[in-house]
């Protein structure tokens, strides 16, 4: 949030300098332009200035035969009335006025004359660069001079500095010509060293012990040791304060209601997002703050530089909401920053350095855009951090303007803080932000408040907020503490916070402060994402309701039989959420204890492990329910799953008619990426890189140029989301291979160019919950990168969500819950890969000998009968695209035993279709799939990417159904090789 509310005019939250404090800001000392009167007023006496109070100025008049000669005053309000009442006389130029100092003098050398004489310089016209009076400041702690980068009518002398004037020639910039007497040889109390010894100005020459008066320099201030309890702030009613002063009810205008003020605009987005309760005003806020960004962050148009606080602010916004601020408001906010950062000093004023965001004039707008940059995850400029760290004074605090390296630096505690906060949170500069972190802590006074700036007097709210933040940030808890109760005092009956302790009507600025404070946030941590999120609790209910969850403990896919890849995917479901380990534990225990479904089958006639239709993706996926609960895969269902994988790695290309085998590391009938990066997701986390390399291999030399995988195995030439970010999963997990991780990063940003304008992905049912699923799963691998994209999809699929609790298959289309695509979606949206997916469950009671009677579910098939009916609902796998609406076919038994391609009695089987395999069990062993036309094949004449021809295994199924379960096994022995998930 912007900082400097109370600042003079031309501070304020980036305003324009004007031209005579610019030309005032080029010359430092050597030009003040505002007339002043040029006599002494009664020195105050040196004992009234001390090493932490008042003022000590020091006039070298060796260049005209005398010596050092010093002054003091106690209560100074700017350089020049630090001459005055220290004894000094000033003369100005003709040209320039009184305020250009021309001749000094000091009636304790020579009577008072005046130097340089008028026979020396006649002071009509400014005096040249190599004679003249320049300015030089130390405050406290500070062991060197500084070139003042203000003149002495803007100066405004801290508690115990000390300034001097010293005639002779140097540059504007300071770099020679300094006073050749030390600082501390001629603070207050004497000195201890330095030469030569001061002469001091008329006036009592003792001084007495340092006071206790508190200094908002560098000096330490102890934190109050008990901390009263802070008054209880009400965070809504500041939010509806400042909700009521929005014009149009999203954003903020001038007083004449006509004129947007942008920047306070953003300033109440950050407010209403610290404080909760009011997203459908942000909503509002954000809305409007995008519209307008041209006008707000590029007034100037596409060929201009932006305006680098605007877009800083912008960026943040997008940020803190959720938002991708590389596309806000029709503008990449990141490239606008990174495209913008100067080269060297120039561009007519626009880079005062190298590192500089092009026109920035302040700290704090470079602070703005490097924590933008660093929120956004992007490398940051190192000269821009560099000319950040080079504001910083030398006792720690951070100057409010840009200063070059040996001008005076005075450390302002808003930017200060906002420095802090920001280098922690890009992780820059850590020597730099502990400094920041001790001097902000220095500045609170007992009362726990905080000075806007050293010569203020009393704190404000602003300012207390802002180093609250910081301070929090750095882990001072009691001084957080004592900040934040001085600020909870200052709301006001509206809701609002006044700006001190003597004010009774809320500011805005002010208000936006404090909320963040009080809320325990700040610019660097806030975040409140205004994306929807789908109700992980709601839509657990729906997967574990027992007329879908038969017995607790699998899924059909036709009545009677268990869909046993379907329930692996509930079970990832569960775990992903943690909303009920009691069910996931009863699914574990039934695969685990080879629990039966009303036919009696197990889950190892789902697989075939042992057979020569034995499937890696199936044998795969159970393996990987094995790690994911937490139990041994190598003794999961009384198998050894990760020895099977290994067992059914293909060591060759099959030979026709044989298809089993594609190439050489593919697993046997795992003919989809997706079933060939289950496989190698098991064998990873179960330590078997070794029997692993092969597969891995094979699936990396399956990529695309362009980053993708296709869907089927072999290849034809399509790219599909589903089975990229499966592939991405896989390969993340290979350890110590630039290579994978290449692949990796590549498919994620292939991934991310197909994300629709609604958040969701493109899969064969359209606008698909199942694909966006699986992208949320690969945007996790990169989490840092994609968090814009990962919110915007999850904001899709909880608007997929319906009342029940479950999820719909595609944003068009049938409406209504569908199992499949539930636990897709719940399994996807948690945002962890399959590879590092775990919440175990301990073995639970024995399965029992009996299957429960099969309630139908309402995506079921009813009972069969000679002629199926197909399953309106019926849809992908997590490891199969969810299909489009059947062209043709019916829908099967989820139960069919055997392989496609051979014929059972009485049945007449239906002609291939050249599907391939889904990979991760959605139609598992037969599952009722309806043969479809595939929209990205030639003729539309190709089956869904990771489909099956359902034909077959219908008639199948109701043949082996009306024979008994006694046919299932003879059955399965007999028929031909087919595909298995």
């Not at 000319?387 to 004074?393: I, K, V, W």
């Not at 592939?727 to 291979?737: N, P, Q, T």
Request: aromatic share 6%; net charge negative; hydrophobic share 35%.
């Amino acid at each position: 949030m912007p900082v400097h509310r109370h600042r003079p005019t031309a501070w304020r939250r980036g305003a324009a300098v004007p031209a005579a404090a610019a030309a005032l800001a080029l010359t430092a000392g050597s030009l003040v332009l505002t007339a002043l009167p040029g006599t002494p007023a009664h020195a105050d006496p040196l004992d009234q200035c001390t090493a932490t109070s008042g003022a000590v100025v020091a006039v070298d008049f060796g260049p005209f035969g005398g010596g050092v000669v010093r002054g003091c005053d106690a209560h100074p309000t700017t350089g020049m009335n630090l001459l005055h009442t220290a004894g000094f006389s000033t003369t100005g130029t003709v040209h320039d006025g009184p305020a250009f100092i021309c001749r000094l003098g000091n009636p304790a050398f020579r009577d008072g004359t005046q130097y340089p004489t008028p026979d020396k310089e006649a002071c009509v016209n400014t005096p040249q660069a190599t004679g003249y009076w320049s300015y030089w400041i130390a405050p406290v702690g500070q062991d060197h001079w500084s070139y003042a980068t203000l003149g002495a009518m803007s100066q405004r002398p801290a508690p115990g500095e000390v300034e001097a004037w010293v005639y002779g020639g140097t540059d504007v910039g300071g770099t020679s010509g300094s006073p050749t007497f030390t600082p501390d040889s001629v603070r207050a109390k004497g000195g201890t060293g330095g030469s030569p010894s001061p002469t001091s100005s008329p006036s009592p020459t003792s001084s007495p012990s340092p006071t206790s008066s508190p200094s908002p320099s560098a000096t330490p201030t102890p934190t109050p040791t008990q901390t009263p309890k802070p008054p209880k702030a009400d965070l809504p009613a500041a939010a509806r304060w400042l909700v009521a002063q929005l014009t149009g009810g999203d954003h903020v205008a001038d007083a004449t209601g006509k004129t947007p003020d942008y920047d306070a605009t953003t300033d109440t987005a950050f407010t209403l997002a610290a404080a909760g309760g009011q997203d459908d005003t942000l909503r509002k806020v954000v809305a409007y703050l995008a519209a307008h960004t041209d006008q707000f962050a590029f007034p100037g148009g596409p060929k201009a530089a932006p305006v680098p606080r605007a877009v800083a602010q912008l960026a943040l916004v997008a940020e803190v909401t959720g938002g991708d601020p590389r596309a806000f408001g029709g503008h990449d906010l990141v490239a606008a920053l990174t495209d913008h950062v100067c080269t060297a000093q120039g561009k007519l004023g626009a880079c005062t350095a190298a590192g500089d965001f092009e026109g920035v004039t302040y700290p704090v707008n470079q602070a703005l855009a490097l924590l933008a940059l660093a929120r956004a995850g992007a490398a940051l400029p190192p000269t821009a951090v560099a000319r950040l760290t080079s504001a910083q004074c030398a006792d720690g605090g951070v100057s409010a303007v840009m200063i070059a390296p040996g001008d005076h630096c005075e450390g302002d505690p808003s930017t200060t803080a906002l420095t802090a906060l920001t280098l922690r949170r890009a992780g820059a500069a850590p020597d730099a932000v502990k400094r920041a972190d001790a001097w902000t802590a220095a500045q609170q006074k007992p009362d726990g408040g905080v000075w806007p700036y050293s010569w203020a007097g009393a704190a404000d709210t602003y300012t207390t907020a802002l180093a609250a933040q910081a301070l929090r940030a750095a882990g001072r808890t009691d001084a957080d503490a004592a900040a934040t109760g001085w600020v909870a005092a200052r709301q006001v009956p509206s809701g609002g916070f006044t700006t001190d302790p003597a004010g009774t009507d809320a500011d805005p600025a002010a208000t936006g402060q404090a909320v963040l404070a009080l809320a325990g946030t700040d610019l660097a941590a806030l975040d409140h994402d205004l994306h929807r999120k789908p109700d992980l609790a709601k839509g657990s209910t729906y997967l574990t309701d027992r007329t879908r969850l038969i017995g607790g403990r699998y899924y059909e896919g036709f009545t009677g039989f268990a869909d046993f890849g379907l329930t692996i995917d509930g079970a990832f479901a569960l775990a992903a959420t943690g909303t009920d380990d009691a069910a996931l534990g009863r699914i574990a225990d039934f695969l685990d204890q080879h629990g039966k479904d009303g036919n009696g089958r197990t889950v190892d006639d789902w697989t075939y492990i042992g057979t020569e239709y034995a499937g890696g993706g199936s044998i795969g996926k159970e393996a990987l329910l094995a790690e994911v609960v937490g139990r041994d895969p190598r003794a999961f269902g009384g198998q050894d799953l990760i020895a099977a994988l290994a067992t059914v790695t293909c060591a060759a290309p099959s030979q026709a008619p044989d298809t089993s085998c594609a190439a050489q590391g593919n697993y046997r009938n795992a003919t989809s990426v997706f079933s060939q990066s289950l496989g190698i997701i098991a064998q990873l986390r179960a330590g078997d890189a070794a029997h692993a390399a092969e597969p891995v291999r094979y699936l990396t030399g399956l990529q695309h140029a362009d980053g993708s995988w296709p869907s089927l195995i072999p290849a034809k030439g399509d790219s599909d989301v589903d089975s990229t970010a499966m592939a991405a999963m896989a390969l993340d997990l290979v350890a110590d291979d630039p290579a994978a991780k290449q692949a990796v990063d590549r498919a994620v940003g292939w991934i991310a160019g197909k994300q629709l304008a609604d958040g969701g992905f493109p899969g064969a049912s359209g606008d698909s919950t199942n694909s966006t699923a699986l992208a949320v799963q690969a945007f996790s691998l990169r989490a840092g990168q994609y968090g814009p994209a990962i919110s915007r999809a999850r904001d899709f699929l909880a608007g997929q969500q319906n009342d029940d609790g479950g999820f719909n298959v595609a944003a068009a289309g049938q409406r209504g819950s569908d199992v499949r695509a539930s636990t897709q979606v719940l399994g996807g949206t948690v945002g962890t890969s399959f590879g590092t997916l775990k919440r175990p469950v301990a073995p639970g009671t024995p399965q029992p000998t009996g299957s429960p009677s099969p309630t139908p579910t309402p995506t079921d098939s009813p009972s069969p009968t000679p002629t199926p009916t197909p399953s309106p609902t019926s849809t992908a796998g997590p490891t199969d695209t969810p299909a489009p609406t059947a062209t043709t076919g019916t829908s099967a038994p989820a139960g069919t035993s055997g392989p496609a391609g051979t014929s059972a009695p009485g049945v007449t089987d239906a002609p291939p279709a050249g599907a391939g395999d889904a990979g991760d069990g959605g139609a598992q062993g037969g599952e009722a799939r309806p043969v479809v036309a595939d929209p990205a094949a030639p003729n539309g004449s190709d089956l869904a990417r990771t489909g099956s021809d359902a034909t077959l295994p219908a008639l199948l199924a109701l043949a082996l159904l009306l024979a008994g379960g006694s046919a299932v096994a003879v059955s399965r022995a007999r028929l031909g090789r087919g595909r298995h998930r």
